[in-house]
């Protein structure tokens, strides 16, 4: 088991920087993040910029319905910072290499005949976007790559938490299961604020089990959590004061904690220490005296706007978001009901899960839900699982309800595995079209200057709604120093007026498996400018779904070849491939799903009279 255990401890990072790889891009709710890490990188922090120009910085032209805290955006620019400069000074841009998610290909759209050839031009190509770094995608995955890094550090230090307090043989189901859930992994390297907050909770969760080798006594390291926790919801999620009230209800009523010595205590140190970094950086940041987490309180719970983006059902969480994060269903089926049944293991389940799930119960309360504003208590879930899965294994031998739990445990954890890694990771990396098209319209500007014998001068672009949603960053544009310009205005009057749409050589709209449709950009565009000429010089498909394949019916998977090539080359292919036609053989009986895909946005190119 320790060999095992060691495994699984390499696989859960490389997991993570596998999901990067294949989806290096961003929706919007991770833009303010992604887009403040650009600009901190680009431009600096704008307290320390002469002559601030506000129209450089994203926050300031699209300040989203709350403000977020840009800490963690100032902490990724920080630390890419010197491994951009490292990396320039041992190989110059310009010098070596190319990227291998660069501006100029975009393998999604490409044919198999077009796409790398193999593992070798893979390598090569990574070999290149490592010590460059030169391209604003690759700087994009540097960021995240680093987000991913923090969150993988974290989880391994819980995991090694678990394994000094309940054994290898439970820390390594842990490690198995954690691994094997498809959000936490993709996600892990995804620059939201839960994402930034998540690193400190499990951090703050692994000081709350019972490991007698390296604390200093069990009220320190009580302190020590809840001061974690505490300063993760200042800075980061506000949601988390309600776990950090469920925590020290439990801690107090146990007696684990003392009321004053350690809740008081880590709760003011935590309040006065979170709220000077968040107000500090923030006031700098957005030019006002600001507690950005104190504004979303206030917008989302007190003025209940975040009905605004749906309201779900009191159970959601349970029945939806826990299910689906958990990911495989035996966990919550036969290994959490068996570690509470059990003596040996019901001690330590109850701290894992009373506090965790009263978070969730109290949590529900807010009509409008979301999957990650729950994450934090995954570790602790996953954990209790584990003490489940643990007994079972060790009790293989002494029962047959044992042995053949334990056994569909394994069978079940594969099986999740390999749902995360084919089928949910390629269909996820499928749906950032805004991305592609951008790429795609580089490429195709790029290649008609190259058809004319000339050098590629800039053009103005048009970021239609859709694709601002679905992957567009700042880190994916090109520089304005090199002639490009990019708009994303949104007001409707605006879009009505003909000189808007005039200084445009290309526009990215939404598109269809209809050809007639236009959406509402592109109609406004043809009633400004009717007389004016567009061509559509790209499409770009987009995930729509997923197919179940029947035994008997072949498989296609253009969608997952493409994607995978962008990685790996056809040896890629080929081995997803084999993997997926033996797993539909021998573990599914023929049964299979695969991507859908239809049409979601399309370049239009401007045709202008010589």
């Given at each position: 088991m320790r060999h095992v255990f060691t495994f699984l401890a390499i696989l859960l990072p490389t997991l993570i920087f596998l999901h990067l790889l294949v989806a290096p891009y961003t929706k919007v709710e991770e833009s303010f993040h992604v887009q403040a890490t650009h600009d901190i990188l680009v431009h600096g922090f704008p307290a320390d910029t002469p002559d601030l120009d506000h129209s450089n910085y994203d926050h300031f032209a699209f300040p989203g319905a709350v403000p977020r805290t840009a800490i963690g955006a100032v902490i990724l620019a920080k630390l890419s910072r010197p491994v951009i400069a490292l990396s320039n000074a041992i190989n110059p841009p310009g010098i070596a290499g190319g990227s291998l998610y660069s501006n100029g290909t975009d393998h999604l759209n490409l044919s198999e005949a077009e796409a790398p050839s193999g593992i070798a031009v893979a390598l090569a190509k990574f070999s290149n976007y490592l010590p460059t770094l030169s391209n604003g995608a690759d700087r994009q995955i540097l960021a995240r790559a680093i987000l991913g890094l923090y969150n993988a550090f974290a989880l391994l230090v819980y995991a090694?938490?678990?394994?000094?307090?309940?054994?290898?043989?439970?820390?390594?189901?842990?490690?198995?299961?954690?691994?094997?859930?498809?959000?936490?992994?993709?996600?892990?390297s995804r620059p939201l604020s839960n994402m930034f907050a998540f690193g400190l909770t499990t951090l703050a969760m692994r000081y709350l089990l019972p490991d007698s080798m390296i604390r200093i006594g069990r009220s320190g390291d009580c302190r020590l959590s809840l001061l974690l926790l505490t300063m993760a919801g200042v800075i980061f999620r506000s949601e988390l004061a309600v776990l950090v009230a469920?925590?020290?209800?439990?801690?107090?009523?146990?007696?684990?904690?003392?009321f004053f010595q350690d809740a008081v205590y880590a709760g003011l140190l935590g309040l006065v220490v979170g709220l000077f970094a968040t107000v500090f950086t923030d006031s700098l940041f957005w030019d006002r005296l600001l507690w950005p987490e104190l504004d979303a309180f206030l917008f989302n719970v007190v003025s209940g706007q975040s009905s605004e983006w749906g309201i779900d059902p009191w159970y959601f969480y349970f029945l939806n978001a826990l299910p689906r994060l958990l990911l495989n269903p035996l966990t919550y089926l036969i290994a959490l009901p068996v570690a509470l049944r059990q003596p040996a293991t019901r001690q330590p389940a109850i701290p894992l899960l009373v506090p965790s799930l009263a978070f969730v119960a109290l949590y529900s309360v807010i009509p409008h839900?979301?999957?990650?504003?729950?994450?934090?208590?995954?570790?602790?879930?996953?954990?209790?699982?584990?003490?489940?899965?643990?007994?079972?294994?060790?009790?293989?031998?002494?029962?047959?309800?044992?042995?053949?739990a334990s056994?569909?445990?394994?069978?079940?954890t594969l099986a999740s595995f390999l749902l995360s890694n084919l089928v949910l990771l390629p269909a996820s990396a499928a749906n950032y079209p805004g991305a592609h098209a951008l790429n795609l319209l580089h490429r195709h500007h790029n290649q008609a200057a190259a058809g004319a014998d000339s050098q590629p001068n800039g053009a103005s672009v048009y970021l239609g709604n859709l694709a601002c949603q679905t992957g567009v960053t700042r880190f994916l544009q090109q520089p304005a120093t090199l002639g490009w310009h990019y708009d994303k205005t949104e007001d409707e009057a605006t879009k009505s007026l003909g000189t808007f749409w005039d200084k445009f050589d290309y526009i990215l709209v939404e598109a269809s498996a209809d050809p007639?449709?236009?959406?509402?950009?592109?109609?406004?565009?043809?009633?400004?400018?009717?007389?004016?000429?567009?061509e559509t010089a790209e499409t770009v498909n987009g995930f729509a779904g997923i197919s179940i394949l029947r035994p008997?019916?072949?498989?296609?998977?253009?969608?997952?070849?493409?994607?995978?090539?962008?990685?790996?080359?056809?040896?890629?292919?080929?081995?997803?491939?084999?993997?997926?036609?033996?797993?539909?053989?021998?573990?599914?009986?023929?049964w299979w799903v695969e991507l859908k895909m239809r049409p979601k946005l399309k370049v239009l190119k401007r045709v202008r009279g010589n």
């Open positions: 090694r938490g678990v394994r000094r307090s309940f054994g290898v043989v439970v820390a390594t189901w842990y490690l198995a299961f954690q691994g094997s859930q498809f959000h936490l992994i993709y996600y892990a469920t925590q020290t209800l439990f801690l107090l009523i146990t007696r684990q904690a003392r839900k979301e999957w990650r504003f729950i994450i934090y208590v995954i570790p602790s879930l996953t954990t209790a699982a584990s003490l489940g899965a643990g007994y079972l294994w060790t009790h293989r031998s002494r029962s047959l309800f044992a042995r053949i056994h569909f445990l394994v069978l079940s007639e449709y236009k959406d509402s950009d592109e109609t406004q565009l043809r009633d400004a400018l009717p007389d004016s000429i567009w008997g019916s072949p498989a296609d998977g253009a969608a997952e070849r493409k994607l995978l090539s962008m990685v790996g080359g056809h040896r890629a292919v080929n081995l997803y491939e084999q993997l997926r036609d033996s797993v539909r053989k021998v573990v599914l009986r023929g």
